[in-house]
């Protein structure tokens, strides 16, 4: 696997992750998990980047 491969794939799968939390209705545990995501994105890209 290409590293970067790994990179694309760990935010979406975390996206996921929240989604799947959410049909659960653990809004609170995909609210976390989103925030996370979030701010890892923001220290991975920027906060200028559109992905963040």
């Known amino acids: 696997m290409i590293e970067g491969d790994a990179s ?26 989103l925030v996370s995501l979030h701010e890892g994105l923001l220290v991975l890209y920027g906060p200028d980047r559109r992905k963040s």
Do not use: N
Not at 9 to 32: K, T
């Open 8 to 33: 694309c794939i760990a935010p979406a799968l975390r996206r996921g992750i929240a989604m799947l939390l959410l049909a659960e209705r653990d809004v609170e545990q995909a609210e976390a998990e």
